[in-house]
């Protein structure tokens, strides 16, 4: 493929991998490869906006079926039948965002996408949603100035689709809810793990779907 490989996302079948790379910076400097898992050949590529010092994050494939790429103050949404940049209403699939998203991250009800800051002085946020139903975008404001490091969702039931939970960079574990009243709070999971610790680091988190959970 052309560039540097930094992630790739698959088609729901498995038979296609979209490889994200960076290229040489300029109107091409993100490109994305379709690579048919059959034969190994590259069927077709994309070249994106890209630079040097804040290139392409991420690629992501949703249960909307459109690739999502994060990329500094964009995410583009990609049709991957055509590899292009999706029109919608006379609307252009590139979404300006308040930021420098990281790789998106899907709720548990396939609604919405959740991206890190990876700057948060850039826009003055943390967090921001993209609402996939009607392609809105919405940010929260920096929290502490903390970038997110990754993201489980609360619960493997739809129903609990917008309850997140989200661990820094520096180690803290936050209860998040995504939706139209997008929050960020301390996870009440902090006491539950402190031990006489005066704050627990967290470097991971995963979650069974047990009801109730067993440890």
Known sequence: VQGTPVDVAFSFDSSKAFVLSRSVAGASGTVISQVDLQTGVINATLGLRGENVSPATGIIMAPNGFLYVSNNNTVWEIDPRTLKVTTSNNTTGEFVVTGYPDKGFVT???????????????????????????????????????????????????????????????????????????NVNPSILN???????????????????????RY
Do not use: C
Not at 202 to 212: C, Q
């Open 191 to 213: 006491a539950d793990f402190q031990n006489g610790l005066a704050q627990p680091t967290f470097n991971h988190v995963a979650f069974s779907n047990e009801n109730p959970a």
């Open 108 to 182: 548990g009800d396939g609604k919405y996408l959740v991206f890190a800051n990876k700057r948060p002085v850039q826009g003055n946020t943390s967090l921001i949603q993209m609402d996939l139903s009607n392609r809105t975008i919405q940010t929260f404001a920096n929290f502490n100035a903390e970038v997110f490091a990754g993201f489980a969702n609360a619960s493997a039931d739809a129903a609990s689709g917008t309850n997140l939970y989200g661990w820094t960079e520096s180690g803290r574990l936050y209860d998040i809810r995504v939706g139209s009243g997008l």
